[in-house]
């Protein structure tokens, strides 16, 4: 057996990962976006090698699916054929509108290189875990607010100028703010934190380490003097106003010890993640139209559940390339970003899109469902979830303003944290869980077949039982875990 077979690796191109339906890759190309007919080009690999499906993940990263050892192989060969370079090394995200997105605060493009480049000279790779990843966001309309990262770093205006806020171990909601500081201290925090994690391990990551380490970061300018002056270290995001005292220590950049006295930060790091002031808003959707550069505009079309069927991938960019469509981007939120057409040929490649299956609508209830591929296609699952998902989503339109995760086990793949509500594959049949993980046991049971039925009595629960401005989330938890579950268990014809 290889070595790659290892749950919870990352299953790149040349390390493919075993799963309930065969081998399972996982590329990036390093072009932003692939043309086409490479697109194309891609999937009929995908399709001669692979079970036929395709997918994007909620990163925005391509996955192929059900392949052999010997067919994996076979795939990387083509796939370097058709000179499709392919990332390697510590993901360094940045949104799919990078560089041309008309609102966007920064272009962080120039700031992941520099980062890149840090990192290899670092000799961090090898040393890092292969999920380990920082993300550059410049803002704008597809920030990556929901991907969680490592290190982030986020551009935020600071008066007439930009700076970086640098946070760890999150997503754009939860993750620990260090600082704001310019482009070149946003690269030396991001290398002194991935050093931090990779002296801890390779299957360590930002959210292992310890407060002293955090404290380090943040106060790093300080402490190391190599720059002038902080533009800002936490300056305004403490609820207390408290301030720390810093010992001595050792500068986690360059390595080398300081004598300086302690120097004071005006918040612990620590607190930052409680104060709420970190840059929030609900992430858009990658789909639908959005303006770019030179007065046109991408559209964005979403993979239900992210997959699809690699001969309707085909499909829909025969069509696109027919329409005018120069690019294709993968999109983190498990969507393509068709690019180049003439305005004019939107509406028809939506309409294709449509016609095939594809999301064309943000609205459309099943971005609002999180589901792994499930039985048949994993050999852990213990439900069908995407025929739960399509049948709640056919029934549900519109009474479900929450995420709603079908997992067809306990891993909870599709959506590692908690949920509103879950439906979980297990020995029991579906499981229903409130405002938890797919981990935690459920409260209570349907048979797998019949899980969408119980979802529907919960949504027409939701639907009685609201108060007026409330929303289907809240609602849910106020009326508690019991009697939701007492809903989902007792549903009849
Ligand atoms: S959560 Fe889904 S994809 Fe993950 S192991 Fe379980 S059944 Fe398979």
Not at 306 to 320: E, F, R, V, W, Y
Request: hydrophobic share 45%; glycine share 12%; with cysteine.
């Amino acid at each position: 057996m290889n070595a790659f077979s290892r749950r919870g690796a990352c299953p790149a191109l040349s390390a493919p990962m075993q799963t309930g339906d065969g081998l399972l890759v996982r590329l990036n190309p390093v072009a932003r976006g692939l043309s086409p007919k490479l697109l194309i080009a891609l999937a009929e690999s995908a399709q001669r090698h692979g079970n036929g499906i395709m997918e994007v993940t909620a990163r925005g990263s391509l996955q192929i699916r059900g392949l052999t050892a010997e067919s994996a192989t076979l795939l990387a060969a083509e796939v370097d054929a058709l000179g499709i370079a392919v990332r390697t090394g510590v993901p360094i995200e940045t949104g799919p509108l990078a560089g041309i997105d008309p609102q966007e605060i920064a272009d962080p493009r120039p700031l992941a290189e520099r980062i890149r480049v840090a990192v290899e000279e670092a000799g961090l790779t090898p040393r890092l875990g292969p999920k380990v990843s920082v993300v550059v966001d410049g803002g704008g309309q597809l920030t990556l607010d929901a991907v969680t990262a490592d290190v982030r770093l986020k551009a935020v205006r600071a008066g007439s100028g930009i700076v970086w806020s640098v946070s760890v171990a999150g997503d754009g909601r939860n993750a620990k703010v260090l600082a704001k500081v310019d482009a070149d201290a946003a690269r030396d925090i991001t290398v002194a934190a991935l050093r931090m994690v990779a002296e801890k391990g390779r299957e360590a990551h930002a959210r292992d380490l310890s407060e002293r380490q955090l404290v380090s970061l943040a106060g790093w300018l300080c402490l190391t003097g190599s720059r002038e002056a902080p533009l800002s270290v936490l300056p305004d995001i403490s609820p207390s106003r408290g301030e720390i005292t810093l010992s001595p220590m050792v500068s986690p950049i360059s390595g080398v010890a300081k004598e300086k006295p302690a120097s004071r930060l005006l918040i612990s790091p620590l607190e930052g993640e409680m104060s709420g002031r970190t840059e929030r808003g609900a992430s858009r959707r990658p789909i639908g139209l959005f303006p770019v550069a030179g007065d046109t505009f991408t559209l964005g079309i979403g993979l239900p559940y992210g997959s699809m069927p690699a001969d309707k991938l085909i499909t829909l960019t025969q069509s696109a390339l027919t329409l005018g469509t120069s690019e294709i981007r993968l999109a983190a939120g498990r969507a393509l970003l068709f690019l180049g057409q003439p305005h004019a040929a939107n509406q028809p490649l939506q309409t294709t899109a449509a016609t095939l299956g594809f999301v064309t609508s943000p609205a459309d209830l099943r971005t609002r469902i999180a589901a792994c591929p499930g039985t048949p296609a994993c050999g852990s699952g213990r439900i069908a979830t995407r025929d739960i998902a399509e049948a709640i989503a056919a029934e549900n339109a519109g009474d479900l303003d929450f995420t709603l995760h079908i997992s067809g086990c306990a891993k909870g793949c599709a959506h590692p944290g908690p949920a509103a509500l879950t439906i979980v594959g297990g020995e029991n049949g579906a499981g229903l869980v409130v405002n938890a993980t797919a981990k935690t046991l459920p409260a209570g049971y349907r048979p797998g077949y019949d899980a969408a039925r119980g979802v529907s009595r919960v949504a027409a629960m939701i639907r009685s039982e609201r108060l007026q401005g409330e929303t289907a989330a809240a609602c849910l938890t106020r009326l508690g875990a019991a009697g939701v579950a007492d809903a989902y268990r007792r549903a009849q014809n």
